[in-house]
């Protein structure tokens, strides 16, 4: 029911931005809480961001607080990430996510991901 789609990862020297999309298909979208997570190698999956269906309520881990930005157009079926002051651990997979709950940073809560796009930071 849901598609998701990222883009916008890449290679960044560290102490720059980059600005993540997630591009989302179906019609019900405006009603999910939608987050995204990150992958490093070797390591697990973990939550970065989520925001409520409005827009109005987001929630960040603590080691993107202040750098990151997560917002959402709904008109545009689209989810967004703004990462700035970018550092060496920020490289992973990033990946958005859709859940039918609340807002969320469990990622078994979640129905729908994407595929992911690459984030490296360089030194």
């Known amino acids: 029911q849901v598609q998701l789609v990222e883009s916008g990862g890449g290679v960044v020297q560290a102490g720059g931005s980059l600005r993540l999309s997630c591009a989302a298909s179906?019609?019900?979208?405006?009603?999910?809480?939608m987050g995204w997570f990150r992958q490093a190698p070797g390591k697990e999956r973990e939550f970065v961001a989520v925001?409520?269906?409005?827009?109005?309520?987001?929630y960040y881990t603590d080691s993107v607080k202040g750098r990151f930005t997560i917002s959402r157009d709904n008109a545009k079926n689209t989810l967004y990430l703004q990462m700035n002051s970018l550092k060496l651990e920020d490289t992973a997979v990033y990946y958005c996510?859709?859940?039918?709950?609340?807002?969320?940073?469990?990622?078994?809560?979640?129905?729908?991901w994407g595929l992911g796009t690459q984030v490296t930071v360089s030194s």
């Open positions: 925001i409520n269906w409005s827009g109005e309520t987001t």
């Open positions: 179906g019609r019900t979208f405006s009603t999910y809480a």
């Open positions: 996510a859709v859940t039918k709950a609340l807002s969320t940073d469990v990622a078994d809560w979640y129905d729908y």
